[in-house]
């Protein structure tokens, strides 16, 4: 059983001993372990049920850490670092021969980033190593936002550090640096727009193409209870009372008397931070469905719509469940 834990520095010696402590970031709680111990590493994919394809962001707390896990010389390193960290940027970058193989999946690049978590970035401190961290749910499900969706996953966790509903919600956003400039791998809420203020995009690549993010899949956050975009069941005959609907600016189609503003005055960030916690929720309530209305694609909107699409992938054939018949 998972043990909560409120002392940090009994945390970090747990990270020391190789054993995994979930802890909360500003984005979602990490599943972490000492990054350098590819036996402790190891278990978090053991855990998680992850795919050895599917490698994990490894969580620094100072620029010097950096420099040690990447032998990357690319001037626009230390310029996104010092705009964006600490926060939810991570920079795919050429890796060092101290990551092990294990973190990066084989890979000759290793995620980074500097949480802006008072509690993640004195458990790396403390800890004295780099943390690698994936997002501590079962692989392919929702993100955990609070201690309680972890312990929910993942009850077999050595330890959780409970630090409350993360500020941020959704996980970060993951660029992949060359001397051309950024390539977006997976939206957050720092957009691409925010990044281009200091460095170009790479327009050598069109976006899809060349080497994805490859935990990227269609299929992810997958909710237990069908979860529908409303683009995606136009024209279809839903029966209403049996489903919830997620409204963003628009009323719900005729039927639905279970309606839920996620972010009401429509303000993007809130709908982020609350997106998951919510869904969490919506798991245990007497519901058959969710159906969300699509968001603007545009700022964060993005990032949303992009964990909506996944999270309604495998759910999509399911509908005709749910439609008068
Ligand atoms: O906000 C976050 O990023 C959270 C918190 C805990 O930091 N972490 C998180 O980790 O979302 P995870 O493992 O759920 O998603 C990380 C994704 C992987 O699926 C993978 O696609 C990508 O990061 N990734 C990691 N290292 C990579 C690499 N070397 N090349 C390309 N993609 C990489
Ligand atoms: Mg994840």
Known sequence: MAEILKDINLAARAIREGKLVAFPTETVYGLGADALNPIAVARIFELKERPSFDPL????????????????????ISILAQKFWPGPLTMVLKKS???????T?????????????????QLIKTSNCPIAAPSANKFGK?????????IGHLSDVDYVIDGGQTTVGIESTIIALSENGFRLLRPGVITRGDIERYVPYDETHEEGDGVAAPGMMDAHYSPEKPLFLL??????????????????????PPGFDKVLEMAPGGD????????FSVIHD?????????LVEDLPEEGVGIAIMDRLRKASFNHKASVSRFLHK
């Open 105 to 121: 999946s084989g890979l000759d690049t290793v995620g980074i980033r500097m949480p802006d978590s008072d509690i993640a970035l």
């Open 97 to 103: 021969k101290l990551v092990p193989d294990i973190v």
């Open 57 to 76: 962001i490894v969580h620094i707390s100072n620029l010097s850490a950096l420099y040690k896990l990447t032998d990357d010389p690319n001037p626009y």
């Open 142 to 150: 929702l993100s955990p936002t609070k201690a309680e969706h972890v």
């Open 231 to 252: 683009s995606d069941v136009e024209g279809l005959k839903l029966q209403a009372q049996r489903g919830i609907y997620i409204q963003f600016r628009n009323a719900p």
């Open 268 to 275: 993007l960030k809130k709908y982020a931070v609350r997106m």
């Open 282 to 290: 919506l798991q245990l309530r007497n519901i058959d469905f969710i």
